[in-house]
């Protein structure tokens, strides 16, 4: 059944206006009509006095739950849902913004008392297995196909699942890029616009960095930062991740990976970066207040640079990740990011499908107002927005964005489906051998970590993708 109706029905005799109510009855135990972001109208009320006996068309109303992100994040929600029930005759978007620190517990609450949200924001790593259980729904039969063809063919992949596409991608963040400041590189004989290119020139450049009061440079040095930052050069050193593709075993013990952990180590060692990690990965704070000559974060770092730190903007640098062998065209990041997905049991499927078509896959214009709100700091995973974008005046003048679109992004990888376990037996490798323990010892551990929890979660064969 249709979850609302547009149809005006007349009455002329009693008996038909009577059966009309019984009809039009059937559908609304599930409807909610309070409490819609930006309801402009009362859809609820009769919209006429009687003197034609029409009756109004009934709204569906989707729910659509997004996790908390950054305030300006929030605020183009509300501000696109808004516009969205504005011009909406049959649906009404309620939207509510849940923090992420109780948006584990309050879905999985919701789902087992069969009140999900029919809308949500879901990671790339969360769409496979959501696919694969049943968690979410195919979008293909929901929306325009074309909507899919705008999308980057690398991009594509993260929301594919056996040829279907189970989610709508908002953005992508290239998990390590490279900031540098230009003045200290001119300080110490460098030339500015010559960032290091390979792993040999980082540790090269870090060195000369060096200088009383500031590291040569900073990357992520705990296990839990390690697990999921170096996933891209993972990529990079040895052209897969640390678990075979059928999830059946380990696939530590390869030379490249040594190669990795001796670039990890060498840069501790040389007193490059900092014995204790100043901050959090994700935090870039140290590089905003002069304490690193180089630091590599991700594409989010922009957003604090030019909110927090404006005073070294002309003189930061902005490259790719320095790649093994300094082949640019092989991935040094991983692409994080979110999308929008339909609950598996969702009964307003089509509605829901509109919403969201509307706010990622229609007008650019809506989407380059996210990206402005974020200092481009994030990116499209759509061809035609960044087409819009090298139109508008304020993001083709973007160096930065530029330079992370053409250079980073196309050749970045999407983030593993595996469980993190994975991630954080390979990670504590790398931080062991960072801290002194032989490398062979370390992927030696890894594998047999990585492993034994193939055996005890029998995991084999399990890859959804």
């Known amino acids: 059944m249709q979850a609302y109706r547009g149809k005006v029905m007349t009455g002329i005799l009693a008996a038909i206006l009577m059966l009309t109510f019984v009809l039009s009855g059937c559908g609304n135990s599930g409807s909610n009509t309070e409490g819609n972001t930006g309801n402009t109208g009362n859809a609820g009320e009769t919209a006429n006095n009687g003197n034609t006996g029409e009756k109004p068309a009934e ?76 968690e979410i729904m195919a979008l293909n039969d929901l929306m325009d196909p074309a909507v899919f063809d705008d999308l980057y063919d690398n991009v594509k992949e993260f929301v594919t699942v056996d040829g279907q596409y189970y989610a709508y991608p908002k953005l992508v963040e290239p998990s390590a890029v490279l900031y540098y400041r230009k003045d200290l590189f001119e300080a110490a004989g460098l030339d500015p616009e010559k960032p290091p ?17 500031i590291f040569g440079a900073s990357i992520a040095q705990t296990a839990p930062d390690l697990g999921w930052s170096s996933w891209g050069l993972q990529y990079n050193a040895a052209g897969h991740l640390p678990i075979t593709d059928d999830w059946s075993k380990a696939d530590v013990m390869d030379d490249k990976y040594k190669e990795l952990l001796n670039f990890y180590a060498t840069l501790y060692k040389e007193g490059i970066i900092p014995k204790q990690q100043l901050s959090a990965y994700a935090d870039a704070a140290p590089f905003g207040q002069g304490k690193l000559a180089m630091t590599v974060s991700g ?167």
Not at 197 to 213: D, N, P, S
Not at 415 to 443: C, N, Q
């Open 59 to 134: 709204k569906a109303t989707v729910e659509f739950w997004a996790q908390k992100f950054e305030d300006t994040t929030d605020a183009w929600f509300k501000k696109w849902t808004d516009e969205f029930n504005k011009s909406q005759d049959n649906v009404q978007v309620k939207l509510t913004i849940v923090p992420g620190d109780a948006w584990a517990q309050k879905l999985k609450a919701a789902q087992a008392a069969g009140k999900a949200p029919d809308i949500m924001t879901r990671s790339y790593s969360g769409i496979a297995p959501g696919a694969k259980n049943g």
């Open 197 to 213: 290119v390979t792993w040999a020139e980082f540790i090269e450049y870090g060195k000369k960095l060096t200088q009383k009061g």
């Open 299 to 465: 594409s989010w770092s922009i957003g604090l640079f030019r909110n927090e730190y404006k005073d070294i903007l002309d003189k930061t640098g902005v490259a790719p990740m320095p790649s093994i062998d300094g082949d640019q065209t092989k991935p040094t990041a991983t692409l994080g990011g979110w999308s929008l997905v339909i609950d598996g049991k969702s009964k307003k499927p089509e509605a829901a499908a509109q919403y969201i078509q509307y706010l990622l896959a229609g007008d650019p214009a809506i989407m380059i107002d996210f990206f402005k709100t974020s200092q481009f700091s994030k990116f499209s995973p759509r061809k035609s927005v960044d087409e819009a974008m090298n139109q508008d005046p304020a993001a083709s003048a973007d160096e930065w964005r530029k330079l992370i679109a053409e250079k980073v992004i196309p050749y970045a990888k999407a983030e593993p489906a595996y469980p993190w376990d994975i991630s954080i037996a390979f990670a504590t490798a790398v931080e062991s051998a960072m801290k002194g323990e032989s490398v062979d010892k370390a992927l030696a551990t890894a594998e047999k970590t990585i492993n034994d929890y193939i055996a005890k979660s029998k995991l084999a064969g399990t890859n959804p993708q």
